[in-house]
């Protein structure tokens, strides 16, 4: 079982900066991909960023060039530097996992999710 946990969301001025981390990987399971989705109220879930074991990230087009995705492997963790946050970018943001299971399957594992809001 893989339980996923956000943290670092929270209040921040327009053009600031946040980093966001997921934690809960396991050392030692097969890993499809890691991704940030997000939910705005009143939207559909929208992917952020993903980011495959063995090819480049891709990013939604409302946030390239102001967030990154990465992995940290030795700390088992997942960050995603967001910069030059928006008004636009407040959501709830969750991480996400795909990772193959003992039945050879692929399963998708998500965190409870983390309150990011861009004001004044």
């Known amino acids: 079982q893989v339980q996923l946990v956000e943290s670092g969301g929270g209040l921040v001025q327009p053009g600031g900066s946040l980093r966001l981390s997921c934690t809960g990987f396991r050392s030692g399971i097969l890993l499809v991909a890691t991704g940030w989705y997000r939910q705005a109220p009143g939207k559909e879930r929208e992917l952020v960023a993903r980011l495959p074991r063995s090819s480049s990230a891709n990013y939604a087009d409302s946030v390239k060039g102001r967030f990154t995705i990465s992995r940290d492997t030795a700390k088992n963790t997942m960050y995603l530097q967001m910069n030059s946050l928006k008004p636009e970018d407040t959501a709830v943001y969750y991480c996400?996992?795909?990772?193959?299971?003992?039945?050879?399957?692929?399963?998708?594992?998500w965190g409870q999710g983390t309150q990011v809001t861009v004001s004044l």
């Open positions: 996400t996992a795909d990772i193959i299971g003992s039945d050879t399957r692929t399963h998708s594992y």
